[in-house]
């Protein structure tokens, strides 16, 4: 995929977000739709993530975002568009 083809998407999630799995579903989530990046807990309780792939598929892990895997209380979300960097797997820090 080209970088033309590609976008990036931030997100910071806040909310009952850590001690609930998100990081490992949404790597699990971002796996299953190609997307590349990172995700991690913030030292303030939210979760960060960087999300890039196809814009459809970034899209699609942005909205998964909003809810979480079960056990999350999603409160809020904040969503920066950033220029790709080349991010080639997705990892958890």
């Given at each position: 995929m080209s970088d033309d083809s590609r976008v990036r998407g931030?997100?910071?999630i806040r909310g009952r977000v850590q001690g609930v799995?998100?990081?490992?579903?949404?790597?699990?989530?971002?796996?299953?739709?190609a997307v590349a990046g990172w995700v991690r807990n913030c030292p303030d309780?939210?979760?960060?993530?960087?999300?890039?792939?196809?814009?459809a598929a970034v899209e699609?892990?942005?909205?998964?975002?909003r809810q979480g895997p079960p056990r999350?209380?999603?409160a809020s979300i904040?969503?920066?568009e950033e220029l790709p960097?080349?991010?080639t797997s997705f990892r958890v820090l």
């Open positions: 931030h997100v910071w799995w998100f990081r490992d579903a949404c790597r699990r989530e971002a796996l299953l739709r309780g939210s979760v960060e993530a960087v999300f890039e792939g196809a814009p699609v892990m942005i909205e998964w975002c999350a209380r999603v904040e969503i920066r960097t080349g991010e």
